[in-house]
């Protein structure tokens, strides 16, 4: 199997900012995943976006997905100290195995 | 209640050891699964098991073995520790991966912290 990669690797920012965050996969999806890992935590599911969708909201997060490019990206607004995370996109992979990258570590300055 | 819960949190433990890391879920799915997150964060799966049976074997040593006695839990053992299997560990669950499932969220555990010494 092949893991993608997100981009950047570590994102510093204000709070208050905006985050974005890049996502790019290896095979042909049905669906894109984000998920969010507090330290010392497990992963939690955040949105899940569909092959068939170009963007999705949920809250103050946007998830766009550019199959053309096999590319996701995520969009966190008006960032507030809690979101200091890591961040995982996950893709399946073939019917039953969803691969994750290495993440990006987001932290959100006050 | 805990929906994905594994023990323990935290084990250190000599090289070539035998240790076991338990797993339960409460969610009523079908599928489980092993996650192995090294110090890069990389995360990567490393079993799964669909209503007990097998589904998913990654190239993992056959030194760990996943044991699930009915469809809530699922047991990680792994014989003969080594130094390059510290990591922390994750069992998570979802309903079942088919191929007409587009959708299934992944639920996690908090994790298992193993340090081999």
């Known amino acids: 199997s092949q893991q993608g990669e997100e981009d950047p690797q570590a994102l510093s920012i204000q709070e208050g900012e905006n985050a974005t965050m890049n996502c790019s996969y290896k095979?042909?999806?049905?669906?894109l995943q984000w998920y969010r890992q507090n330290s010392g935590r497990g992963l939690v599911h955040l949105i899940l976006?569909?092959?068939?969708?170009r963007e999705k909201h949920s809250g103050r997060l946007r998830v766009t997905l550019d199959t053309s490019k096999k590319s996701s990206s995520l969009l966190i607004t008006a960032s507030r100290a809690a979101d200091t995370a890591s961040y995982f996109c996950?893709?399946?992979?073939?019917?039953?195995?969803?691969?994750f990258g290495q993440g990006t570590r987001l932290t959100i300055n006050p | 209640d805990t929906a994905v819960s594994q023990t323990p949190k935290y084990l250190v433990t000599q090289m070539g050891n035998d240790k076991s890391i338990k797993c339960e879920q409460n969610?009523?799915?079908?599928?489980m699964y092993w996650y192995k997150q090294d110090s890069k964060k990389f995360l990567k799966i490393m079993f799964s098991y669909n209503n007990k049976e097998l589904i998913i074997n990654e190239t993992v040593p056959n030194r760990f073995s996943p044991k699930s006695p009915d469809k809530a839990h699922l047991n990680l053992h792994i014989n003969s520790l080594e130094l390059g299997d510290s990591a922390v560990y994750f069992c998570a669950s979802s309903q079942v991966f088919g191929k007409r499932q587009t959708g299934n969220t992944i639920y996690f555990g908090e994790g298992s912290w193993l340090t081999v010494v």
């Open positions: 095979t042909s999806i049905n669906n």
């Open positions: 996950g893709e399946i992979q073939g019917a039953q195995k969803l691969v």
């Open positions: 976006i569909r092959s068939n969708e």
């Open positions: 969610l009523g799915h079908d599928t």
